[in-house]
């Protein structure tokens, strides 16, 4: 199978059910060894271009990370990203904010770990745990301490939206790329991958009984990813379903993604002008007496 970024991509206000979308699609590869060579080649692609991306120093990539436990977000981050300089990426992985995070807006504590021009910034969860993991426990919000006009059941969830669209917007005009993968897992899949981890002693620690409370949300979970899909996936900052069933298969589409994106942005080495050749002669006589 070819890739094709756009087979992928969630439309500009659609109205996505994720029943239609699949949890696995046809290999792109033929066999392990085809999958390793695949997978290198596009590490080191992506190695070359984040030395282009650090040394144009104009935008910088931010790439978020969302999905069910176990949908592969980690190994996706770890795999796709082994040849990248760690000096040009930085990982921020989000769990339950802080007291103090909790103390200022919900898009705070993320924005302060955007990557600077020049680097590739990655979410591991992000902002959007706000219009996902809150709205299935909406409890969550009272511990936010919010105004009162800020809990409208009717309008709190459009305004987060807003809130979100408007930031990658901002994002966007001041050269940050913004990609999004919700890494689609099918709850059967689950299922499988929390057995392994009780059977594979090294994979024990990787399971609690909330991850087993969390799963009985599913339904819950995936009407919130539907509606937060469809309403922030934008023309400048799209979102991307990838089928996360099989994880070798995701990681080149990921992988893909990525580097179609990096292919469309107007990045170049700079020039070397007259006075810098004249300075480098003078560097180069320097060394050389």
């Not at 030395?51 to 935008?59: I, Q, T």
């Not at 990557?115 to 990655?122: D, F």
């Not at 902002?127 to 309008?155: F, M, S, T, W």
């Not at 987060?160 to 050269?175: A, T």
């Amino acid at each position: 199978m070819k890739i094709d970024s756009k087979d992928f991509r969630v439309p500009k206000n659609a109205k996505i059910k994720l029943k239609k979308w699949p949890t696995k699609v046809k290999p792109c590869f033929e066999s392990k060894e085809e999958y390793q060579n695949i997978l290198e080649n596009h590490v080191h692609e992506l190695s070359d271009w984040q030395r282009l991306l650090e040394s144009d120093h104009h935008y910088s990539l931010l790439l978020i990370f969302q999905g069910m436990d176990t949908a592969g977000k980690d190994g996706a981050i770890r795999h796709v990203m082994s040849g990248v300089n760690p000096q040009g990426c930085q990982v921020y992985s989000f769990k339950s904010p802080s007291a103090v995070e909790l103390g200022h807006d919900f898009l705070w504590r993320t924005t302060c770990q955007l990557p600077e021009r020049g680097r590739i910034g990655i979410f591991n969860r992000s902002y959007y745990e706000e219009v996902l993991i809150v709205r299935v426990h909406p409890d969550i919000l009272a511990g936010e301490n919010l105004p009162e006009e800020a809990l409208d059941k009717k309008n709190i969830w459009k305004n987060r939206y807003r809130s979100i669209v408007n930031l990658e917007k901002h994002l966007h005009c001041n050269g940050t790329r913004v990609i999004k993968f919700f890494l689609h897992l099918s709850k059967d899949e689950q299922r499988k991958r929390f057995l392994e981890r009780i059977d594979d002693p090294d994979k024990n620690w990787k399971l609690t009984r909330d991850d087993i409370e969390e799963r009985q949300y599913w339904d819950d979970y995936m009407e919130a990813y539907e509606e937060c899909l469809g309403a922030t996936s934008t023309k400048e900052s799209p979102w991307y379903i990838v089928p996360a069933d099989d994880k070798e298969n995701s990681r080149l589409i990921i992988s893909t993604i990525i580097l179609d994106t990096l292919n469309k942005m107007k990045l170049s080495y700079p020039e070397t002008d007259a006075k810098r050749r004249e300075e480098l002669q003078v560097i180069r006589k320097s060394l050389t007496e």
